[in-house]
């Protein structure tokens, strides 16, 4: 039972180009969290997304990121005119959801974005 | 919002040691969860908890859900050098929050 799988690995990118994250969920899990990390710091949630639906994004900027997690195919983060300050590895959780509303999430190897 | 408050930042410990760190919380969760995370890898899950005052044992890992439902611990004992990473608290509600982490390094 394969885990979460994410690619790529390493992305660079000059500045004002594109990035594009792709996560694939473990296989029965319909919901997709991305999260970002900074070196030495913690994880910040960013969105929350079911198929086809945003459920919470809260936690990213209202410029230049967006996301998606379409009826086929993985999630994809994508950021738009990099700039340096975006450089951070980028992680992508599922999990399966219970009926209570929440449940464990499980993450992938993440993205490490570097902005040249 | 949810602020976790993680201690100790870092740890320094000989092999075979014990080693103990916490989460506190302003709030209150309905699940705490630790991670480790490896150097270029993604948080691997150790413990979840979904009930206050729950204690769970993983091995040599032990996590405890608080009473008050806003704190947790973990306990590793008899340390080994591939306990080295980076220990993640998280509480979880309709959404996850981390703490910082601690930085354990086990001295052979």
């Known amino acids: 039972n394969a885990g979460v799988m994410q690619n790529p690995r390493h992305l660079v990118r000059r500045r004002g180009q594109e990035a594009r994250l792709r996560c694939s969920p473990m296989k029965g899990h319909s919901h997709v969290y991305w999260y970002r990390q900074l070196p030495e710091e913690g994880l910040k949630f960013m969105v929350y997304l079911q198929k086809e639906n945003i459920i919470d994004e809260s936690g990213m900027p209202k410029e230049r990121f967006s996301a998606e997690f379409p009826k086929e195919g993985p999630s994809i983060l994508r950021i738009q005119q990099v700039v340096r300050g975006d450089s951070a590895a980028y992680f992508c959780?599922?999990?399966?959801?219970?009926?209570?509303?929440?449940?464990?999430?499980?993450f992938g190897p993440g993205t490490r974005l570097t902005v040249l | 919002g949810q602020q976790l408050n993680q201690s100790p930042q870092s740890m320094f410990i000989q092999e075979g040691e014990d080693v103990s760190m916490n989460c506190t919380s302003s709030?209150?969760?309905?699940?705490w969860l630790w991670y480790k995370q490896d150097p270029g890898e993604g948080p691997v899950l150790l413990i979840a908890?979904?009930?206050?005052?729950e204690l769970t044992s993983n091995g040599r890992l032990t996590a405890q859900f608080g009473i008050t439902r806003k704190d947790s611990f973990l306990n590793i004992s008899a340390s080994i050098p591939s306990d080295v990473g980076i220990y993640f608290c998280a509480g979880l509600n309709n959404d996850m929050r981390f703490g910082a982490g601690t930085r354990l390094t086990v001295k052979p």
């Open positions: 908890l979904y009930k206050a005052g």
């Open positions: 709030s209150i969760f309905n699940t």
């Open positions: 959780a599922s999990s399966p959801l219970t009926k209570t509303g929440s449940d464990t999430q499980y």
